[in-house]
Structure formats: structure tokens, C-alpha cells
């Protein structure tokens, strides 16, 4: 199969879990894409369900299969939320934000009784760090948040590149209006001191570490889909 086969079959998988009635939050990027059109096509057929999306790109993805949509003002507790990563390790720590909007993301999972992750088999990793960190920063004083973020990392043992994310002409601006600078750290061997020493740093909105908020994951190969739960 190939990678967008694999991502529809983790969604399927996903779909199961998902009860009429629910309060759900919907991910964003490639993977939860395939979901979406797997929820919009149950939807179609009756199940009645109130999302809350992670981004406003996935908002007129809900709203155009007729998906009901609520803020998360208006429904500040979740059931579930089903999303994808960029990777996932053996606790179901996770990098995620690829797509660009890991604060939202992380703001509905953390509202969340529990979050499903959808991947394909290359998403799961021994340790995170081979796909680059998104960090959140605020755009102001951009110079001296990423100075910061160096000597955080040095602390910690952690180097490479901190390269802000572009789009057309400029710099990606998230939802929030804010930019991302991707982190080539390498391999991370302690993701929560990483955690504390970015949120302790005042320009950076939001980190793509997400530690200790995955339920499960849903993870799809050649060979089948599995289920993985956190170890310990």
C-alpha cells in the first residue's frame, strides 16, 4: 500500500472509536484529512457528532461534508480527539506539527478525556528527534527567542539548526499569527527537561512536544494496523 493507502486504514481504525453523540476534536494535516472524509461520509449516514478543529483548515474541510463544528469556548470539555504525528515513541510521546498548528493542537487534546493518534509505520521512532521540532515563537524579538532556544539546548546537549519555516515569499505564519522555527536537534533523550527549559523561555508560544497527552495510536503497515499503548 502506499503512504496515503496507509493513512486511510489508521483512520478506519480510528472511525471505530468514535460514538454518536461525541464531543470531538479533529486533527489537522495529511492524516487526519483521511479521517475527516471517513467522519464526513458517517455523518453523511446519521451519526451525529459536535467537532472542535485544530486549525481553520480543517474547519472548511468539516464544514464542507457537513460536519458540526463548535469552538472550543463553546464546548470547553472533549470526549476524544483523533490526529496524526510526525512522531511517536514508545510512550506515546509525540512531535507533531508539521502542518503548522501544534498550539491549537495541543490546546484541544489537553481538553480532551482522550486522544487518538493516526500514523503510518514510519511515524514510530525509538527516540523522538529525527523530524525537526516546530517551535511556536512569537514573532516579536524573533532574534533574541532563538538565541534563547540555542543556549536552552546547549544545556541539554542538543545542537543543530534552528531554521524558521517559510511560506511563498515569507515567513509560515500559524493561525495565531505566529512563526515557527524548526529545530534539527537530532535524537532527544530527555523530551521533558526540553519541554520545561522551551516554556520557560518568554518568546516561545508553544512547543511540538507532546508529552503524556496520547491515549493510544493507531498505526497502519503493509502488514496490518496495529494498536500501541504507552509503555512505561
Do not use: W
Not at 512569537?138 to 540555542?150: H, K, Q, S, W
Amino acid at each position: 500500500m502506499d503512504a496515503r493507502q496507509l493513512k486511510v486504514k489508521a483512520a478506519e481504525t480510528a472511525l471505530e472509536y468514535v460514538e454518536d453523540g461525541m464531543r470531538l476534536g479533529i486533527g489537522t494535516g495529511s492524516t487526519a484529512r483521511e479521517f475527516i472524509a471517513l467522519l464526513g461520509e458517517k455523518v453523511a449516514a446519521g451519526l451525529n457528532v459536535i467537532g472542535v478543529p485544530t486549525s481553520e483548515a480543517t474547519a472548511r474541510h468539516c464544514l464542507e461534508l457537513g460536519i458540526k463544528l463548535n469552538s472550543l469556548d463553546e464546548t470547553p470539555e472533549l470526549d476524544l480527539t483523533i490526529d496524526g504525528a510526525d512522531e511517536i515513541d514508545p510512550s506515546l510521546n509525540l512531535i507533531k506539527g508539521g502542518g503548522g498548528a501544534l498550539l491549537r493542537e495541543k490546546i484541544v487534546a489537553s481538553a480532551s478525556k482522550s486522544m487518538i493518534v493516526i500514523a503510518d509505520e514510519t511515524k514510530v521512532v525509538e527516540k523522538l528527534g529525527a523530524f525537526p521540532l516546530p517551535i511556536e515563537v512569537m514573532p516579536f524579538g524573533l532574534g533574541a527567542t532563538r538565541l534563547a532556544i540555542e543556549r536552552a539546548a546547549s544545556r541539554l546537549n542538543l545542537t543543530g539548526t534552528l531554521d524558521l519555516r517559510h511560506s511563498g515569499d515569507g515567513p509560515y505564519t500559524t493561525d495565531g499569527g505566529h512563526y515557527i522555527l524548526d529545530a534539527s536537534f537530532g535524537r532527544i533523550h530527555d523530551a521533558e527537561a526540553l519541554s520545561e527549559a522551551l516554556h520557560a523561555i518568554a518568546g516561545v508560544v508553544e512547543h511540538g512536544l507532546f508529552i503524556d497527552i496520547a491515549t493510544l495510536a493507531i498505526v497502519a503497515s503493509d502488514g496490518g494496523v496495529r494498536t500501541l499503548k504507552a509503555t512505561e
